[in-house]
Nanobody, 126 residues
């Protein structure tokens, strides 16, 4: 079993940047599909970005494409989410999710993941 811990959230002005990190403990992260999701108050959880387990291909929600970058740091057993040009609508709790199983469930859906972190708050002021 793997435990996920997010860090790096905070308060930033619109146009600023933040870098979130998801640290895995208990297992090596390299064999896992890892994603970031977010949930704003009163809204459903939504997919943000993912990095695949086999070849490190990435996928992004249209709303963050060109502004956010997901990447692996295998030496630190982390997956990072670099968030640039932040907007007030990016305000949410951001969750890291991971899975090592093969599935036909699209990587943008929460059902494709077995392990979740506790979340980190990101607040973007206008």
């Amino acid at each position: 079993q793997v435990q996920l811990v997010e860090s790096g959230g905070g308060l930033v002005q619109a146009g600023g940047s933040l870098r979130l990190s998801c640290l895995a403990s208990g297992r090596t992260f390299t064999g896992y599909r890892v994603a970031w999701f977010r949930q704003a108050p009163g809204k459903e959880r939504e997919f943000v970005a993912a990095v695949m387990r086999s070849d490190s291909n990435t996928g992004y929600a249209d709303s963050v494409k060109g502004r956010f970058t997901i990447s692996r740091d295998n030496a630190k057993n982390t997956v990072n989410l670099q968030m640039d040009s932040l907007k007030p609508e990016d305000t949410a709790v951001y969750y890291c999710a991971a899975s090592d199983r093969i599935t036909i469930i699209p990587y943008s859906l929460g059902g494709a993941y077995d392990y979740w972190g506790q979340g980190t708050q990101v607040t973007v002021s206008s």
